[in-house]
């Protein structure tokens, strides 16, 4: 079965080959027998026979083995043969458990666009319910702060009144007391003097004629003040009247400016809008970074000693860096030996289409800019900006596609802002022969 299965296997041309040449070997046996049988003489027939059965018999060893040789070299080829279908078989199963990898980095990259989408959903969900949140809160607060204002202002503006007229009305009253015991005083006198009424009746009426007229005169003057006052009542509504007005102008103005602290917080929602697209943009800078990798995968079956790339990483956090070029001294990969670690240089190999992806992590609050360089030339920049207290450690990723030439020379530079972080390889450079 063996023997079988290396014919199966074996070039149908070299068996031709072999058979041939042993055909050859056994005429040139013969030829050689018909020429010896010629030069000998019939006396030594017998021995010449005995001679050529030998050399058969030798012939028939060295054919022997010949075969065998072929049979160890049929194995040896079998054995070759069956050793490079098991390599076939393991290149096999290589791919495919690269097929069921990029099978399943496919599924992760559509379960982060659901739940990017999910997000922005729920983000959106979130703002419209907190616009009509602090809507209504601001409007209940206003009107809630408006009729304080209004209440208080009407009862101090009530108790002054009610003081004033209390005021009045008891000088009034003591006015009226006044008179009444002028006129009880009068009174008592008359009865006391009764009796002399007949004597001093003519000066009695004229005193007392005098004195009615003195009382009209200040009832009348009592009269023209009362008119007086009222006047002057009228004239204090008329001033709490204004007063009323200028309260609801500063409510105007009170307005006024709750309609501009609603705008301000209107613009802070669209500012805090603005970054959650921000970070909507870095994810999906992720997930292209994801798909290029997905890509460099499906393009595993090219020649290993062509393929062209690096990783490279931070050595440790940096808070003061703020010139000069970016160093990623943490080698992580290097085929071809295109990055230098010392210079944080990448010096192209060979011409071609490369691809280049940085993320430069920025530290606690800092903001870090940074640009990626082709021969001095700026190509692309990066940008992990923090806008507050609430921020912290923000990524800059971006990724660039650039045709290089041999010797071409493309680095990550500061570009503005300072320092950057790392937490394992988070702070990255790379870049790979497309």
């Given at each position: 079965?063996?023997?079988?299965?290396?014919?199966?296997?074996?070039?149908?041309?070299?068996?031709?080959?072999?058979?041939?040449?042993?055909?050859?070997?056994?005429?040139?046996?013969?030829?050689?027998?018909t020429?010896?049988?010629?030069?000998?003489?019939?006396?030594?027939k017998?021995?010449?026979l005995?001679?050529?059965?030998?050399?058969?018999?030798?012939?028939?060893?060295?054919?022997?083995?010949?075969?065998?040789q072929?049979?160890?070299?049929?194995?040896?080829?079998?054995?070759?043969?069956?050793?490079?279908?098991?390599d076939?078989?393991?290149m096999?199963?290589?791919?495919?458990?690269?097929?069921?990898?990029?099978?399943?980095?496919?599924?992760?990259?559509?379960?982060?666009?659901t739940?990017?989408y999910?997000?922005?959903?729920?983000?959106?969900?979130?703002?419209n319910?907190?616009?009509?949140s602090?809507?209504?809160?601001?409007?209940?607060?206003?009107?809630?702060?408006?009729?304080?204002?209004?209440?208080?202002?009407?009862?101090?503006?009530?108790?002054?009144?009610?003081?004033?007229s209390?005021?009045?009305?008891?000088?009034?009253?003591?006015?009226?007391?006044?008179?009444?015991?002028?006129?009880?005083?009068e009174?008592?006198?008359?009865?006391?003097?009764?009796?002399?009424?007949?004597?001093?009746?003519?000066?009695?009426?004229?005193?007392?004629?005098?004195?009615?007229?003195?009382?009209?005169?200040y009832?009348?003057?009592?009269l023209n003040?009362?008119?007086?006052?009222?006047?002057?009542?009228?004239?204090?509504?008329?001033?709490?009247?204004?007063?009323?007005?200028?309260?609801?102008?500063?409510?105007?103005?009170?307005?006024?400016e709750?309609?501009?602290n609603l705008?301000r917080?209107?613009?802070?929602?669209?500012?805090?809008?603005?970054?959650?697209?921000?970070?909507?943009?870095?994810?999906?800078?992720?997930?292209?970074?994801?798909?290029?990798?997905?890509?460099n995968?499906?393009?595993?079956?090219?020649?290993?000693?062509?393929?062209?790339?690096?990783?490279?990483t931070?050595?440790?956090?940096?808070?003061?860096w703020n010139?000069?070029?970016?160093?990623?001294?943490?080698?992580?990969?290097?085929?071809?030996n295109?990055?230098?670690?010392?210079?944080?240089?990448?010096t192209?190999?060979?011409?071609?289409?490369?691809?280049?992806?940085?993320?430069?992590?920025?530290?606690?609050?800092?903001?870090?800019?940074?640009?990626?360089?082709?021969?001095?030339?700026?190509?692309?920049?990066?940008?992990?900006?923090?806008?507050?207290?609430?921020?912290?450690?923000?990524?800059?990723?971006?990724?660039?596609?650039?045709?290089?030439?041999?010797?071409?020379r493309?680095?990550?530079?500061?570009?503005?802002?300072?320092?950057?972080?790392?937490?394992?390889?988070?702070?990255?450079?790379?870049?790979?022969?497309?």
């Open positions: 079965m063996v023997f079988q299965s290396s014919l199966d296997h074996f070039p149908l041309q070299s068996i031709t080959m072999m058979l041939v040449c042993i055909i050859a070997i056994f005429l040139s046996f013969a030829r050689a027998d020429i010896s049988s010629f030069l000998t003489d019939g006396e030594n017998t021995s010449t005995l001679e050529v059965e030998d050399q058969e018999w030798n012939d028939l060893s060295i054919l022997r083995q010949m075969i065998n072929e049979t160890v070299i049929r194995l040896a080829l079998v054995k070759n043969v069956h050793a490079l279908v098991s076939v078989n393991l096999k199963k290589s791919f495919a458990a690269s097929e069921t990898t990029i099978s399943g980095l496919q599924q992760t990259i559509e379960a982060l666009n739940l990017v999910s997000l922005q959903k729920e983000n959106s969900e979130l703002k319910s907190s616009i009509i602090q809507t209504r809160m601001m409007e209940f607060e206003t009107r809630t702060q408006t009729l304080n204002e209004s209440v208080s202002s009407l009862q101090d503006k009530l108790d002054i009144n009610q003081m004033e209390d005021e009045k009305r008891q000088e009034m009253f003591n006015k009226t007391n006044s008179v009444i015991a002028d006129i009880k005083i009174l008592r006198y008359l009865s006391v003097t009764l009796f002399d009424f007949k004597e001093h009746a003519d000066m009695e009426t004229e005193s007392r004629d005098n004195k009615y007229g003195e009382l009209e005169h009832f009348n003057s009592s003040e009362l008119k007086s006052e009222n006047f002057q009542i009228k004239n204090d509504v008329t001033n709490l009247t204004a007063k009323v007005q200028n309260v609801e102008d500063s409510q105007s103005e009170v307005k006024g709750l309609t501009e705008n917080t209107v613009t802070k929602f669209e500012t805090q809008f603005k970054t959650s697209e921000y970070e909507r943009l870095k994810l999906s800078s992720t997930v292209s970074s994801l798909e290029v990798a997905q890509m995968m499906s393009k595993s079956r090219c020649d290993v000693s062509k393929r062209i790339g690096f990783t490279a931070v050595s440790s956090t940096s808070t003061s010139s000069g070029t970016l160093v990623f001294p943490g080698v992580i990969t290097n085929a071809g295109g990055y230098n670690p010392s210079t944080g240089v990448f192209a190999p060979t011409a071609g289409v490369y691809v280049f992806f940085v993320n430069v992590q920025s530290y606690s609050t800092n903001s870090i800019f940074t640009a990626v360089v082709l021969n001095g030339v700026t190509k692309v920049r990066t940008m992990a900006y923090s806008n507050g207290s609430s921020d912290h450690y923000d990524a800059g990723p971006n990724l660039v596609v650039l045709t290089l030439q041999k010797g071409d493309v680095w990550v530079k500061r570009y503005s802002g300072q320092g950057y972080y790392i937490d394992g390889p988070i702070t990255t450079f790379s870049g790979f022969l497309f």
